[in-house]
DNA sequence: GTGATCTGGTGCAACGATGCACTAGCAACA
DNA sequence: TGTTGCTAGTGCATCGTTGCACCAGATCAC
């Protein structure tokens, strides 16, 4: 295992050049005759041959490997959804990179730039800042970028391609069923809105107010953290700090609220036992992102759903294959979340409406 | 950018041979004139120049890439240890290569073989199989490898450094409370008890028992999945089942249970509630790692805290710096594992106690 | 003044794969 | 028989760094 075996040996074994050897590697076969083919494969096999990867990059500039720029793993969201990633590129033979950025564009710049001058050429970006200035100069290099969490926006460089949900349906989705268990004070709680895709479940959860007659502006709101950055690992202070605020007992409380994500909910749900309050009955919460612990809490938290592995698997062949379209344009896909009801959101107190079903978990 | 200042250029901008640049940059200062030092030095600082890693490592058979096997980043323990030890591996200089081996020891031997013909030299490997055997060979060409949750096995080779928090302390720790909470019937919860830190922490929950003048085998238990592997992501389900068992109307019901880590504590709590308890009043639970979750849980979640930034630290510390001690002797680094209260654990019912301080957490 | 010794640095051949430019060999055609 | 055209495959310079082996020049001892 020590001594590698190299091309030439390879060559040797089969009676041929390393030149024809490294054009099969590279699958310039179009002039190469199936007995040749045939010994080069067998030697290959035979002495257990794998291309140096160092050198292969030195000559070439190309690089197996993809990068993968994530918020943070310690987030469960990230964790998982690194994961899916890992098991799609090895699938297709290649291996992954993984950094975390903690959501700074200035770590996200230094990050992409130093995956590129390794020699990576495709890189998933987990970003959801408005602007991709900051990582412009190397896609125009020729980086392919693939983001995720971000739909395309109109000032992107032509040969990005988003993946994401369509967080504006799923803000509505979300707030559309609170509105349907009859809830009318309705909150939504975030740390900073910024990123595009909070500002689009945001949008979301006011398009569906407005759309029930109601008025966001009586909606119950908290700014504590509106101007701060914040990475995903205090999400869930996030979430204890605005349960602490908009459940105060002189406060105008909400009966349920929209969670931007599943970490903050739970940590809204933290701060509601904090202040007494049983969350699925004094207060209905619903998260984002639909990761495992939603499924364990208790109360099991109604959540709107990102199919991760199926993302995943998008955003690596994006990343991976070279590029087909001609055009070089870049391409947006909005993929449909969905809601799986459990038992954190119910009918508001007052109402006296009959429990509604939940389609996953146990019943209490 | 595209355009990459080489090893040539900062030479003739310093009136060096690329020799000389390369004998500063590897160390080799010894023979070295303050002033070309100074000269060569001014050189890399002004055209921008970064070492082309590609070629470093064809050439030198070395790379500044660490590898870090984990079971799986999907499991919140494992993203935030990978987390940390990106942090400490960065602030030396390294790179993170990320590979999940979903605990299965043939994965786990893949990635380190690849890992190691890819030119890595250092490798976290976290595992809690009894035996090195399945790496042995890569060990045996000069692999540095730190193991993680996992102290020295007898049989390991000498030049392994494991780093691992004293489980059988754990095991105790944890029990102790119980115990001293007034638990006599005492369940210890967790899948396949076959690696050597489950285990370890199963002993200690022995000693614990034993130490109390009780019986092991009086204790209630459940081997639902005694023969089989578990995932990390499948350790929710397992504590879901073993509270559907173990809570069962006609069981022998144990008081309180001491779950082999938090993600299974979690599960068992939901199983609870799927069988109409309450816990930390119908039953006591204590879980084992201290993930950020166990805090956020209803109730918060009792749990033995393994000190993550400090561990990640030490093996990264470990893994790249050069070996220092001459013997090349392995060591085992183990930390004490801490408990931090919290409210899933508290007297058993029948015993009219009082309700033990919580040392975080806020009260009901 | 000659040889030995030391100092500070350089020359150069690798590392293993790539892919362009080239050619040996052969068939077809005039 | 000479020329052309084509097929199947090869030669070789090259990517950027490394580090051993070597060397020019200065200093020293006798």
Redo the contacts between chains.
Sequence with gaps: ??D?VTIQEVAAAAGVSASSVSNLLNGRTGKMVPATRERIERAIADLGY?P????R??RSGR?QTLGLVVP?????F???F??EV??AALALGC??????SERDPDRERRYV?EL????IRSIILCTSLPSLDHVS??IG??LRLVTFDRPAQPNDPASVISISIDNNVGGQIATSHLLGLGHEKIAFVSGSIRSVNRAARYRGYCDAIEAAGLAVADMPSWTGFGAEQFGD?EA?QVGRAAAHALLAPDADRPTAIVAVNDMTA??F??GA??M?LV?GEDVSVIGFDGI??A??????LTSVRQPIREMARLAVGEAVQAGVGADGAGRSVLLRPEIVLRESTYPPRSAATARVDATSG?P?
Excluded: K
């Excluded at 140096?52 to 050198?55: K, M, T």
């Excluded at 291996?95 to 975390?100: G, H, K, S, Y």
């Excluded at 499924?295 to 099991?300: G, S, V």
């Design positions: 295992m020590g590698r794998r140096n990867r160092a050198a990059q030195l690089t943070s793993v310690g987030n469960p990230w964790g998982a690194a994961r890992e098991v291996n992954v990179l993984l950094c975390n730039e590129w001058e390794d020699g100069d190397v290099d020729g690992v869930a739970l940590g749900c933290r036992r904090d007494g969350v495992i612990l499924e364990l809490y208790d109360p099991p146990s209490r």
